[in-house]
């Protein structure tokens, strides 16, 4: 039977360990709160909690005796710290969250933008989910827009086009991890070298890099320093060249009735359309949640569109 001297020892010892996790998030909120407004400060300390230690934000309002240990403290001293240094959150956790799921995401990879979620629920909303189709997503970065449209059409062949080698390992690790299974290739649009171009190919999407160079200087410090500028930016000479380049691949690998969903730049919404007419292509603009036209639809006007009856071509 224990002493009341090892209890009394004993007591003081557990309640001492770790920091309690409510008034840690308040202390870091306040030095988050130095440098951002306080609603941000708040919702990052909250993504913070969520996405490093998996506390959501229920169990932080009601469990106000949770503690932490040492090491998540530190943890979150120095993803303060980063954070403070502008450093994008996402980059800090190392995940992004995509139409319900959560990609692992670093600097060599585009943190996935509300947009193009909504990309991919346009392109769901629009196509039969239940037929089996190939799928080329072309610069796939972390993987999101393959990843999410494979979950949403099971029967989807899915091939995902990368030119960086390690945005590549990225989204082969989150198809890993979200248990998706679709086809890796390591290739540059602009200069094709791999067999898989030579497939016929029902759906194509794209979120090529878009922005001109001379856009940079509206762009927020935070992106311009982490984000990866090869999947960002364009010249200002020929900022279409990856459209361009992604319509005469799909002009002469569409099957009849197959479709291009790119995600564009809202001031060359136009031009593309324009291009898209050029290349044989009926085409349309879409606005995203923002009101801004953010994605073009298009299709071969010399096919006609059985997408729904059509049988599958592999
Ligand atoms: N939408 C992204 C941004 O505004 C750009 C994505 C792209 O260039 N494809 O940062």
Not at 52 to 57: N, Q, R, S, V, Y
């Amino acid at each position: 039977m224990p002493t009341s001297s090892n209890l009394s020892n004993k007591v003081p010892f557990t309640t001492m360990i770790g920091f309690n996790l409510n008034k840690t998030k308040r202390h870091f909120t306040e030095v988050l709160a130095e440098r951002f407004p306080q609603r941000e400060a708040e919702q990052l300390m909250r993504i913070l909690l969520e996405d490093l230690f998996g506390i959501d934000l229920k169990r932080q309002l009601m469990e106000p005796s949770l503690r932490i240990d040492e090491l998540q403290h530190a943890l979150l001293r120095t993803s303060v710290d980063r954070l403070l240094a502008g450093e994008p959150v996402q980059y800090v956790t190392g995940l992004a969250h995509f139409d319900g799921m959560a990609f692992r995401v670093n600097p060599s990879v585009l943190i996935p933008r509300p947009e193009t979620e909504e990309l991919v629920w346009k392109i769901a909303a629009q196509l039969p989910t239940d037929r089996p189709m190939r799928l080329w997503d072309i610069g796939t970065g972390s993987g999101c827009i393959a990843i999410a449209l494979a979950k949403r059409f099971p029967l989807a062949k899915v091939t995902a086009f990368e030119v960086s080698p390690l945005a590549l390992e990225t989204a082969k690790g989150n198809a890993e991890r979200l248990q998706v299974t679709l086809d890796f290739v390591l290739d540059d649009v602009l200069n094709p070298q791999s067999e898989t171009w030579n497939e016929p190919v029902d759906l194509v999407v794209s979120n090529p890099p878009y922005i001109r160079e001379s856009e940079k200087t509206a762009m927020e410090p935070n992106v311009l320093e982490y984000e990866p500028g090869t999947a960002l930016f364009v010249p200002d000479e020929d900022p279409l060249l990856f459209y361009r380049q992604i319509l005469s691949l799909a002009k002469s690998q569409l099957n009849p009735g197959g479709v291009v969903w790119f995600e564009i730049n809202e001031a060359l919404g136009e031009e593309l359309l324009c291009l898209c007419k050029e290349q044989g292509f009926q085409a349309d603009l879409w606005e995203d949640y923002a009101g801004k036209p953010r994605f073009v639809c298009a299709t071969r006007t010399s096919g006609i569109n059985v997408m729904v009856s059509r049988r599958p071509s592999w």
